[in-house]
C-alpha cells in the first residue's frame, strides 16, 4: 500500500537539463556588442553542457565533501597533500578544456576576453570555488610573461587547455595552475606591513622565510607570493617543487573553514627557507602582483554575476512552478514586482560586466585603459554588494526550501561574500576609484564619453549624470564619500548600457527606480507602471 502521507505535490521540478546561455538573452546579446560572436558557436555547447543534471551534481559534490589536508604519511614524512572528491577534478577539467584559464592568452584574437568573460558566468552558475585557481592563473600570465628567467620556461605548461592534478615538477606535467599569497595575519589589505622575508640564496635565487594567512589554493603548482627584501616588498614565484628536484619547503599549516567557497582548498602556510625567482624588479612587488589582481578582480565581477544569474533563474523557475493561494506565485501581484526588480539587477550587472570585459580586450587604447582602471574596483564594489542582497532574496522565493543544503539557492546565498571580500574589500575597491578618478584627468573625460551616447534618452540619467560630473570634478575631498560615488559611477554605466541596449521595457523601469528617487533600496519596489511581464519573459527563456 502507498500511505499518501509521502504523496509530493506542488513542488517545482529541479532547473536542469537546459541551455544556461541559450536561456540568457542580455548574455547573449553582450557578447555580440564585445565583439566576440565568434564564440557563440562554444557559448552554446558550454551552455548545453553546463546545463545537464550532471553538471549540477558536480557542483553539488565538490561542496558536500571538501578538500582535505594530508600533511604527513603513515611513517611521518611531510606531504603537505590537498585531496579532493573526483568532483572537483571533473569541474576542474572542464574549466581547462574551455580555456578559462588561460584561453585569451593562449589564443589572443579580438573579443577573447569578453569570450571568456561569458563562459566565466556560465560556469560560475554550476560552481564557483573551482574558479578560484581559474582566475589566479588567468591573472597570473600577464606577470609572469614579462619575466625572462626561468618562469617563462613555465608558461608553455600553463597556456595547455589541460588539467593535471598530480603532485609534480611543472615541466613534466601536461597543465598547470598558479595561486597567490600575500595577506598576512597582522596586515590583511595592508601589504606594506607583511614580515615574510627573502634573502639572495647566492646562486641565483631566494630564499624565503615568513607566514602567510591566507594562501588561495595550496595544491596549484606556483604561487605568486610577497615579500620584505633588502629593497623592499617584492613579488616572488614560489613553485612546489625547486628546480634541483626537491619539494619546496611551503609547509601547509591547515586549511581554512570557510563560511563558503568550499570546494575550494584556502589554507595558511608556513616558508621555511622556501626557494622563490624574483619577478620583477626588487622592491617592486606590489606592482606586480597587482596587475594580476586587476584580472582577478575582473573576475569577482564576473563570478558574482554568475551566481547573480543563477539565483535569478532558481527564482524564476520555482515562481512559474509554484501554487500559492490559487494561483502560481510567478502571477503574484507582490512576487512579480519582486522577481521583476531582481531581473533588472541581473540585466545590469551583466550588461557592465561584459563591457567591464571588453575593455579588457583593448589593452593599447588609452581610453579603455582609463575606464578599466576606473570601472574595476567600482564594479567589484558595487556588483558584489548588490550580490549578497539578490542571493538571500531569491533564496527568500523558495522559502525554506532554498534554505536546506539541497537546493542550490543556499550554496549561491553562502558564497557571494567571498568576491566582496577577496583581492580587496569595498572600502579597499572605493577608495581606489578615487586613485583612479585623481591620477589622471582624463579618466573622468573617459567616463563621460561613455556616458554621452545614452543621453537625451532619459531625463533621470541626464540628471544623474549632471550631478556626478559635478561631483566628481572635485575627487580630493570625496574620501569619506567613496562608497557613495562608486554606487553613483556604476548606476550611470548600467543605465547608459541598458539605454542604449536592452529593451526599453528594461531600461526604463531601472532608471526610475535606480535614478529616479522611486527605488525603497531593497528588491519589490518597482513602480506598478512597469511592465513586469517583459521584464519576467526575458529573465529566463524556456
Known amino acids: 500500500m502507498t500511505w499518501p502521507t509521502h504523496t509530493v505535490t506542488n513542488q ?40 545537464t543534471a550532471a553538471s549540477f551534481a558536480l557542483g553539488h559534490l565538490a561542496n558536500q565533501y571538501p578538500p582535505l589536508l594530508r600533511s604527513f604519511d603513515a611513517r611521518g614524512h611531510r606531504l603537505d597533500e590537498i585531496e579532493f572528491h573526483p568532483a572537483w577534478h571533473g569541474l576542474m577539467a572542464d574549466i581547462a578544456r574551455r580555456g578559462l ?51 617563462r620556461e613555465a608558461l608553455s605548461v600553463l597556456l595547455r587547455p589541460e588539467y593535471d592534478p598530480r603532485d609534480l615538477p611543472l615541466a613534466q606535467k601536461r597543465g598547470g595552475l598558479i595561486g597567490m599569497g600575500m595577506t598576512e595575519k597582522q596586515g590583511g589589505s595592508d601589504l606594506r606591513t607583511n614580515t615574510t622575508r627573502a634573502e639572495p640564496d647566492g646562486a641565483g635565487g631566494w630564499r624565503l622565510t615568513g607566514h602567510k594567512w591566507f594562501f588561495s589554493a595550496p595544491q596549484c603548482d606556483a604561487h605568486l607570493v610577497l615579500a620584505q627584501t633588502p629593497g623592499g616588498l617584492s613579488c616572488f614565484f614560489v613553485p612546489r617543487w625547486v628546480p634541483d628536484g626537491s619539494k619546496n619547503p611551503v609547509l601547509i599549516q591547515r586549511l581554512k573553514d570557510k563560511l563558503g567557497n568550499r570546494s575550494n582548498a584556502s589554507s595558511e602556510v608556513e616558508f621555511q627557507g622556501a626557494w622563490g625567482h624574483l ?19 575582473l573576475d569577482c565581477v564576473l563570478g558574482t554575476t554568475g551566481l547573480m544569474r543563477q539565483a535569478l533563474s532558481q527564482a524564476v523557475h520555482y515562481a512559474r512552478h509554484r501554487l500559492a493561494f490559487g494561483a502560481a506565485l510567478i502571477d503574484q501581484p507582490l512576487m512579480r514586482n519582486v522577481l521583476a526588480d531582481m531581473a533588472l539587477e541581473v540585466e545590469a550587472a551583466i550588461a557592465l560586466a561584459m563591457r567591464l570585459a571588453e575593455a579588457f580586450d583593448a589593452q593599447h587604447d588609452e581610453a579603455q585603459s582609463l575606464l578599466r582602471r576606473l570601472l574595476t574596483p567600482a564594479a567589484k564594489f558595487r556588483i558584489c554588494k548588490r550580490g549578497a542582497e539578490l542571493a538571500a532574496e531569491a533564496m527568500e522565493v523558495l522559502g525554506g526550501n532554498g534554505y536546506v543544503e539541497d537546493d542550490v539557492q543556499a550554496r549561491i546565498y553562502r558564497e557571494m561574500p567571498v568576491n566582496s571580500i577577496w583581492e ?13 578618478l585623481g591620477k589622471n584627468p582624463r579618466t573622468l573625460d573617459a567616463l563621460m564619453a561613455e556616458l554621452a551616447p545614452a543621453q537625451g534618452r532619459n531625463a533621470h540619467f541626464d540628471a544623474h549624470v549632471r550631478r556626478l560630473a559635478a561631483r566628481l570634478r572635485q575627487p580630493e575631498g570625496l574620501q569619506a564619500e567613496a562608497r557613495s560615488v562608486s554606487h553613483d559611477i556604476v548606476l550611470a554605466m548600467q543605465a547608459a548600457l541598458l539605454l542604449q541596449h536592452a529593451p526599453q521595457a528594461i531600461a526604463e523601469p531601472f532608471c526610475a527606480s535606480r535614478l529616479g528617487g522611486e527605488w525603497g533600496g531593497g528588491f519589490g519596489t518597482l513602480s506598478t507602471t512597469c511592465d513586469s511581464a517583459a521584464i519576467l519573459d526575458r529573465a529566463l527563456l524556456s
Open 12 to 51: 517545482a521540478p529541479p532547473l536542469q537539463d537546459y541551455n544556461l546561455f541559450g536561456a540568457d538573452p542580455a548574455l547573449r546579446e553582450a557578447v555580440d556588442r564585445a565583439g566576440a560572436a565568434w564564440a557563440v558557436p562554444d557559448l552554446t555547447r558550454q551552455g548545453e553542457e553546463l546545463g
Open 101 to 151: 584559464h588561460t584561453g585569451p592568452w593562449a589564443q589572443a584574437r579580438h573579443g577573447a576576453h569578453a569570450a571568456r568573460a561569458a563562459g566565466f558566468i556560465l560556469q560560475t552558475q554550476i560552481e564557483a570555488g573551482s574558479m578560484c585557481p581559474t582566475t589566479m592563473t588567468y591573472g597570473a600570465i600577464p606577470a609572469l610573461a614579462r619575466d625572462a628567467g626561468l618562469v
Open 279 to 297: 619577478l620583477g624588479a626588487e622592491g617592486r612587488g606590489v606592482p606586480t602582483i597587482l596587475e594580476m589582481g586587476t584580472y582577478t578582480r
Open 424 to 436: 580587496g574589500s569595498g572600502n579597499v575597491m572605493c577608495l581606489d576609484v578615487l586613485r583612479a
